[in-house]
């Protein structure tokens, strides 16, 4: 804490918590600080919605605009991210003048996913891959079965491409620069995708939060599930791999590792260091959620205990319809399906953008599933509510 800001042993007794980015991680980690009594602040760029509608304090500004950067630093006791889309350099242009950011631009450094595969590589098992330009891309050619990641900039399986056609290739090259680079790889036979949230405090205590499963469409979250239905060796290895990987990135916060499991062997997919879709769950599930748990990490309180409340938990996204409409009208039909928790981050709806998710608790995954599914469903307009309405469902 800073002796000369506003908040040092004056009207507030407790630091304040800056927040970069203003989606749904800020608004879900903004609610966790409030749950605390921590005042924030929130730097959203122009356009973003979900956060800004709950921060007590929000400053409008684009990405690059690194004066504004710096002046919401100046009021801020420590500065955390939503996303890793900052400049690391403007991130330790920060840490120069003097500003607590945590994470800090070393770990922000691992947003690039040529950085993630050659640095962690060395560490923890990887798939095979190489890193290309967008030229050595485009001289690839007729090559097929690939999948292709910009190294920079993908989320939600945006940067994720699956080269089936000749020609892909050239066409992806061309969307970019020359010197863009890319992680070229297999399309790998995936059994099962998994993801580890390492919790790493500035005080240097560790947490992990158990492995959970994942499910992907097109690239994109669907599905969580905890407990991991893996081998106990399994889950066990995934754990381990996670922790080596934060030990590597060294980044305080919450870290989130992605990991692949194929014959039997746990795999590194990428890691980001902020809290993460697969542990919206543990909101509810766990008996500290990753939102709390990052914001005693970047403030340098203990950390929150991270087992799990219930035998077995789901989380279902909820994504904008391909028909454009809102699930927000929906939301009252949804809420009758008992057992559930209903996120919605107050966003315009658009196809396939994520709009809230729903989390189940429940004796059994399947069970959670089910249900957690159910509500899912009636906000997205997928299944037909009026059999299930006819009183909240136990
Ligand atoms: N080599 C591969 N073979 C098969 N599927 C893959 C491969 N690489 C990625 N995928 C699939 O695409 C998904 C998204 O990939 P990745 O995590 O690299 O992208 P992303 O856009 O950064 O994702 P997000 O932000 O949603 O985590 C993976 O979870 C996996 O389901
Ligand atoms: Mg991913």
């Given at each position: 804490v800073r002796a000369d800001h506003p908040s040092y042993g004056g009207r507030h007794h407790l630091p304040t918590l800056g927040v970069i980015g203003g989606g749904q991680l800020a608004r879900m980690t903004i609610q966790a600080a409030s749950r605390l009594g921590v005042p924030s602040r929130l730097l959203a760029a122009p356009g973003e919605e979900a956060a800004p509608a709950l921060a007590p304090a929000v400053t409008w500004a684009p990405l690059d605009d690194t004066d504004a950067l710096h002046r919401f630093a100046a009021g801020c006791d420590v500065v955390t991210f939503?996303?890793?889309?900052?400049c690391p350099d403007a991130v330790a242009a920060l840490e120069a003048a003097g500003a607590a950011v945590r994470p800090g631009s070393a770990a922000l450094r691992f947003a690039d996913k040529a950085h993630q595969r050659s640095v962690l590589g060395e560490h923890v098992p990887v798939p095979l891959h190489s890193v290309v330009t967008g030229r050595e891309l485009a001289g690839l050619g007729s090559a097929t079965d690939l999948v292709v990641k910009p190294a920079r900039g993908g989320y939600d399986g945006k940067g994720v491409h699956v080269v089936t056609e000749p020609g892909q290739l050239r066409a992806l090259a061309a969307t970019g620069a020359d010197d863009d680079r890319y992680v070229v790889e297999q399309h790998l036979a995936i059994e099962q995708e998994l993801a580890v949230l390492v919790v790493r405090s500035a005080g240097g205590e560790v947490a992990t939060y158990p492995a959970v499963e994942t499910r992907q469409v097109d690239g994109t979250c669907h599905e969580v599930l905890t407990p991991a239905r893996v081998d106990p060796a399994v889950q066990v290895e995934a754990v381990r791999v996670a922790r080596r990987v934060a030990d590597v990135v060294g980044a305080v916060g919450v870290l989130a590792v992605e990991l692949f499991v194929i014959d039997g062997q746990v795999l590194l997919n990428e890691v980001a260091p902020r809290p993460h879709?697969?542990?919206?769950?543990?909101?509810?599930?766990?008996?500290?959620?990753q939102f709390e748990n990052h914001v005693r990490a970047v403030l340098g309180w203990p950390l929150g205990p991270t087992g799990l409340l219930a035998p077995a938990a789901a989380m279902v996204n909820v994504l904008g319809p391909a028909d454009g409409s809102d699930p927000r009208h929906r939301l009252a039909a949804a809420l009758r399906v008992g057992g559930t928790h209903v996120h919605l981050y107050g966003k315009a709806p658009a196809p396939?953008?994520?709009?809230g998710h729903v989390t189940a608790l429940a004796p059994t995954v399947s069970e959670a599933l089910r249900r957690a599914r159910l509500a899912g469903d009636l906000l997205t307009h997928t299944s037909t509510p009026a059999p299930v309405l006819q009183g909240a469902l136990g």
């Open positions: 939503d996303h890793e889309r900052v879709n697969s542990g919206h769950l543990t909101i509810e599930a766990a008996a500290t959620s396939r953008r994520k709009l």
